[in-house]
């Protein structure tokens, strides 16, 4: 590697790092490894080269450069670290006068501090390498040809790990501060994160390119070098940021799922920021439909977050958060009580326990604010009730928050119809809903392996999408469904739930879609009432 060409900030030998590079900028990428040891290491490699006496003056100075900006990066640490977290660190620069208090960017920083608390306690599996057999293609004789068999290959990506703490997406337009708040959760990551490091996403797929170019060089054209390109990156840090997250190449796009799973199953916890909400990226591009696995990894396994602060006409500000959060950590119950508070009454915030009654039964509402109410699962769905019952709470309230949804299996159908028959009196009564649920909602009535095993069964390929909505016509004829009706009622609840999280439905009749808010607020308490008219 030629001296000069590339600058990183990470604390090891020159030889055994590959710094994440990009058209020549620097990355910061932070080890708990002491500066002076790694900068002597440094010197003692580079000048242990054979070299031409010009030349030393140049490096000299370039190992003193190195040496200060080593220096100044842990000191940045230890003065973050002393802090205790984003929201302290937040505090002080406003006591300070650098930052002005804005109270929904103090929402987003609470989603930060969570991240903070998780990563204190987290600790990365160690990383091993895919060995280079493994990633070369399957060579078939003959008779495989044939007749098959040879036997499953072993998959070159693993697991992405349980306890892998959830990462952060934020969007915004330009200026709503993305830059700010990076640096501020750069700055005060735990002193438990090992390794951090901080790059332009362009430069890094420019530098996985150069990577993968050279992989295949190296060891013939055919073999997957993704596996192994993203084991490299995390030994370099278990935090990686993002600044300005995109896709408008077809390259890119054809192997960002691979290498962000590959990554995750690595334990790399991924921040990042970008200018779309990640169903807009991509967007119109070549064979999008081979994107679309990534946006669903990006929304499942990072917490997506809206920079922009909304024109808002009531006095609790719009969570900056999607009304879905998936996984049941420690972040689902703050999800759930913003939005309670959001969609509650903001004059009297404190919940309240209520009684209806369907045709001379009693159906316990445990908390109330406004016309928002608030279940667990087991409230709502495991104590039995009736359409009946769903219609009338929907008459009775405009928004739902559902909370703890367990990820249920076939042995669950019974949990499933009657959580599909709540969601679609919510859907037709155009109510609102917010959800916390322990899987994805692709994997929310049937799990990921019975999905994989039914089309495994029917000669679909492994590595076929396992999203029930996009299968639903392969699986319709399966043992996981007691006919083609049900699974095209499974398949209609998710396509229902997915329109119910979009902006659009959310803020609709709620004054918040631009300057003539009350008007249209107006105008859909007409619409929903006359709709309550009709159905009684």
């Given at each position: 590697?030629?001296?000069?060409?590339?600058?990183?900030?990470?604390?090891?030998?020159?030889?055994?790092?590959?710094?994440?590079?990009?058209?020549?900028?620097?990355?910061?990428?932070?080890?708990?490894?002491?500066?002076?040891?790694a900068?002597?290491?440094?010197?003692?490699?580079?000048?242990?080269?054979?070299?031409s006496?010009?030349?030393?003056?140049?490096?000299?100075?370039?190992?003193?450069?190195?040496?200060?900006?080593?220096?100044t990066?842990?000191?940045?640490?230890?003065?973050?670290?002393?802090v205790?977290?984003?929201?302290?660190?937040?505090?002080?620069?406003?006591?300070?006068?650098?930052?002005?208090?804005?109270?929904?960017?103090?929402?987003?920083?609470?989603?930060?501090?969570?991240?903070?608390?998780?990563?204190?306690?987290?600790?990365?599996?160690?990383?091993?390498?895919?060995?280079?057999?493994?990633?070369?293609?399957?060579?078939?004789?003959?008779?495989?040809?044939?007749?098959?068999?040879?036997?499953?290959?072993?998959?070159?990506?693993?697991?992405?790990?349980?306890?892998?703490?959830?990462?952060?997406?934020?969007?915004?337009?330009?200026?709503?501060?993305?830059?700010?708040?990076?640096?501020?959760?750069?700055?005060?990551?735990?002193?438990?994160?090992?390794?951090?490091?901080?790059?332009?996403?362009?430069?890094?797929m420019?530098?996985?390119?150069?990577?993968?170019?050279?992989?295949?060089m190296?060891?013939?054209?055919?073999?997957?070098?993704?596996?192994?390109?993203a084991?490299?990156?995390?030994?370099q840090?278990?935090?990686?940021?993002?600044?300005?997250?995109?896709?408008?190449?077809?390259?890119?796009?054809?192997?960002?799922?691979?290498?962000?799973?590959?990554?995750?199953?690595?334990?790399?916890?991924?921040?990042?920021?970008?200018?779309r909400?990640?169903?807009?990226?991509?967007?119109?591009?070549?064979?999008?439909?081979?994107f679309?696995?990534?946006?669903?990894?990006?929304?499942?396994?990072?917490?997506?977050?809206?920079?922009?602060?909304?024109?808002?006409?009531?006095?609790?500000?719009?969570?900056?958060?999607?009304?879905?959060?998936?996984?049941?950590?420690?972040?689902?119950?703050?999800?759930?009580?913003?939005?309670?508070?959001?969609?509650?009454?903001?004059?009297?915030?404190?919940?309240?326990?209520?009684?209806?009654?369907?045709?001379?039964?009693?159906?316990?509402?445990?908390?109330?604010?406004?016309?928002?109410?608030?279940?667990?699962f087991?409230?709502?769905?495991?104590?039995?009730k009736?359409?009946?019952?769903?219609?009338?709470?929907?008459?009775?309230?405009?928004?739902?928050?559902?909370?703890?949804?367990?990820?249920?299996?076939?042995?669950?159908?019974?949990?499933?119809?009657?959580?599909?028959?709540?969601?679609?009196?919510?859907?037709?009564?155009?109510?609102?809903?917010?959800?916390?649920?322990?899987?994805?909602?692709?994997?929310?009535?049937?799990?990921?392996?019975?999905?994989?095993?039914?089309l495994?069964?029917?000669?679909?390929?492994?590595d076929?999408?396992?999203?029930?909505?996009?299968?639903?016509?392969?699986?319709?004829?399966?043992?996981?469904?007691?006919?083609?009706?049900?699974?095209?009622?499974?398949?209609?609840?998710?396509?229902?739930?997915?329109?119910?999280?979009?902006?659009?439905?959310?803020?609709?009749?709620?004054?918040?879609?631009?300057?003539?808010?009350k008007?249209?607020?107006?105008?859909?308490?007409?619409?929903?009432?006359?709709?309550?008219?009709?159905?009684?």
């Amino acid at each position: 590697m030629r001296v000069g060409t590339r600058c990183t900030a990470s604390l090891r030998p020159l030889t055994a790092s590959r710094g994440l590079i990009g058209a020549g900028r620097c990355t910061r990428s932070i080890r708990t490894t002491k500066a002076p040891r790694a900068a002597t290491a440094l010197s003692s490699r580079i000048l242990s080269r054979p070299i031409s006496a010009s030349s030393t003056t140049t490096i000299f100075r370039e190992c003193q450069s190195r040496a200060r900006s080593m220096a100044t990066v842990v000191a940045s640490k230890e003065r973050a670290s002393s802090v205790g977290g984003p929201i302290q660190e937040y505090d002080r620069r406003v006591e300070e006068g650098k930052l002005r208090n804005d109270e929904h960017q103090r929402g987003i920083i609470q989603n930060f501090q969570n991240l903070h608390d998780e990563l204190r306690y987290y600790k990365a599996p160690p990383v091993v390498h895919p060995s280079i057999e493994s990633l070369k293609p399957v060579k078939k004789s003959v008779f495989t040809s044939l007749f098959g068999g040879g036997g499953p290959k072993t998959p070159s990506i693993g697991d992405i790990p349980e306890e892998l703490p959830r990462g952060l997406y934020l969007y915004g337009d330009v200026g709503s501060g993305k830059t700010m708040l990076m640096d501020l959760l750069h700055d005060t990551l735990p002193d438990a994160v090992q390794s951090k490091t901080r790059i332009h996403f362009h430069n890094f797929m420019q530098d996985i390119h150069k990577r993968l170019h050279r992989f295949k060089m190296e060891h013939g054209r055919d073999i997957d070098g993704v596996p192994y390109i993203a084991a490299d990156i995390a030994q370099q840090g278990n935090v990686l940021c993002f600044d300005e997250f995109q896709c408008t190449d077809v390259a890119d796009a054809m192997i960002l799922r691979r290498l962000l799973e590959a990554l995750m199953s690595h334990g790399v916890v991924l921040v990042t920021t970008s200018n779309r909400h990640p169903d807009e990226l991509y967007k119109n591009g070549i064979q999008r439909e081979s994107f679309i696995p990534a946006i669903e990894l990006l929304k499942n396994r990072l917490h997506v977050i809206n920079l922009d602060s909304p024109t808002d006409y009531r006095k609790i500000p719009r969570p900056p958060s999607d009304v879905y959060h998936t996984s049941l950590d420690s972040h689902a119950h703050a999800h759930a009580e913003k939005w309670f508070r959001f969609l509650g009454d903001p004059d009297q915030p404190e919940p309240r326990a209520e009684i209806q009654r369907v045709w001379g039964r009693e159906i316990h509402v445990p908390r109330v604010s406004g016309r928002a109410a608030w279940f667990t699962f087991d409230e709502l769905i495991r104590q039995p009730k009736s359409a009946a019952d769903y219609i009338e709470l929907v008459r009775a309230y405009e928004a739902f928050i559902v909370t703890d949804i367990p990820g249920m299996t076939h042995q669950q159908r019974d949990l499933a119809r009657r959580f599909i028959t709540f969601i679609d009196a919510v859907y037709e009564g155009n109510a609102k809903l917010v959800l916390t649920t322990e899987k994805p909602l692709s994997e929310l009535f049937v799990s990921r392996d019975e999905i994989a095993e039914s089309l495994l069964a029917q000669g679909v390929k492994e590595d076929a999408s396992h999203d029930l909505e996009l299968n639903v016509e392969k699986l319709a004829d399966s043992n996981l469904f007691v006919g083609s009706e049900e699974a095209f009622a499974f398949a209609r609840a998710l396509s229902r739930l997915r329109h119910m999280e979009s902006k659009e439905w959310v803020e609709r009749g709620m004054g918040l879609e631009g300057k003539g808010g009350k008007q249209d607020k107006d105008n859909w308490i007409k619409t929903r009432s006359r709709q309550m008219e009709d159905s009684m």
